[in-house]
């Protein structure tokens, strides 16, 4: 697999990442075993980036992590956690909290949690309105100077916001959602990142599996996060973007790949400081997701899929009223 290098100052890391919250929340059971072997398989097929949060699972995937990193050298994988969203005894999200003694409490679990001397990226994963983003930076950089961390990431942020962290310490890059129905990142911050020399981690490259191609109306309202708080899985909403998709399919059987296949490579396309992650929970998905790699989109499919599905075209928001408003990627620089 060939690399890609995050930011200027960054690691040189697989052209794709494997994202692992569903191995552990929000998606519904999984099953350990699979999650290991699709992790060993991610590993043999060259993937190096493994991203992770200490929320998800409430420390869960960082252990599961952990355990089957155990064999494998540490310097042949880059390792990415996101910290800070505060979780209740049932799960429920209630705030999220950066200050500087909880970055120094948090990347101490996290550590332990993944056995490991160090984790190569760590970014808050949402702003916390009540710490300047100056503070936060700067507690993680204190974490670098010890050799704790070896670079800082962010997570939808705003460009004003990167900017202002950028100034405190180089960040490597920011990890925020963008697929072919998600572009707000090309509403300013992309730029400001490509200005600074900063990479992009995209998660969400299908879209929760919405533009995955298995996605169907009769899945609507299972009760996982896509069914229970996604705007785009609900209704009408739903409706209209399955809508989106089967004018996509078209494209994808044109090019001989499966709609998952394209969606990714859409985003691998969008430029090669842009690394995805795959949210691939089993062996299956993982294999469909590795196929994206050598599926090269031309300029005309670029251009034919900007006029079916253009920027604002998909039904919904990417997530409903109350957690965009913790998003600062969504307000105004």
């Known amino acids: 697999m060939e690399t890609r290098k ?7 890391t697989s052209q794709l990442g494997l994202g692992l919250m569903g191995m552990s929340d929000l998606y519904g059971p999984a ?43 540490r310097g042949q994988v880059q390792v990415s956690v996101k910290f800070g969203a505060v979780r209740d005894v049932d799960g429920g999200f209630i705030g999220y909290d950066a200050r500087p003694q909880s970055v120094a409490n948090f990347a101490a679990y996290s550590l332990r949690r993944l056995g490991t001397d160090y984790i190569d990226i760590y ?12 503070d936060t930076v700067g507690a993680i950089a204190e974490l670098v100077r010890k050799g704790h ?7 939808e942020v705003n460009a004003e916001t990167l900017r202002r962290a950028h100034a405190v310490h180089p960040i490597v890059d920011v990890q925020i959602e963008y697929s072919m ?33 298995h996605w169907s109306a009769q899945r609507e309202g299972e009760k996982d996060f896509r069914g229970q708080y996604s705007p785009r899985f609900q209704g009408e909403n739903l409706k209209h973007n ?10 994808a059987q044109a090019k001989g790949i499966s709609m998952a296949q394209l969606a990714i490579a859409w985003v ?36 034919a899929l ?7 075209a998909a039904a919904g928001g990417r997530y409903n009223d109350y957690q965009l408003g913790h998003l600062d990627s969504e307000k105004a620089a």
Not at 149 to 155: K, M
Not at 182 to 190: C, D, K, Q, T
Not at 242 to 251: F, G, H, I, W
Not at 306 to 312: A, C, S, Y
């Open 149 to 155: 961390v070896r670079h800082i990431g962010l997570s």
């Open 31 to 73: 099953d350990r075993s699979e999650s290991l072997a699709t992790i060993a398989a991610a590993l043999d097929a060259g993937i190096t980036l493994l991203d992770t949060g200490d929320f998800y699972g409430m420390g869960h995937n960082e252990m599961l992590l952990g355990e089957a990193l155990r064999s494998v050298p």
């Open 306 to 312: 900007d006029l079916i599905v253009p920027q604002g």
């Open 123 to 134: 970014r808050p994963s949402r702003v916390d309105p009540a710490t300047p983003i100056e």
């Open 181 to 213: 129905i998600s572009r707000g990142i090309e509403n300013g911050l992309l730029q400001t990142a490509r200005e600074l020399g900063v990479g992009i981690t995209a998660y969400g490259v299908l879209s929760r599996g919405l533009i995955s191609g």
């Open 242 to 251: 399955l809508e989106l998709v089967e004018r996509m399919r078209a494209v």
């Open 268 to 303: 691998m396309a969008q430029g090669t400081d842009i690394v995805p992650l795959v949210g691939a929970r089993t062996r299956q998905r993982l294999q469909e997701a590795l196929g994206a790699v050598d599926a090269m989109l031309l300029q005309s499919d670029l251009q």
């Open 6 to 12: 995050l930011g200027n100052a960054g690691p040189q």
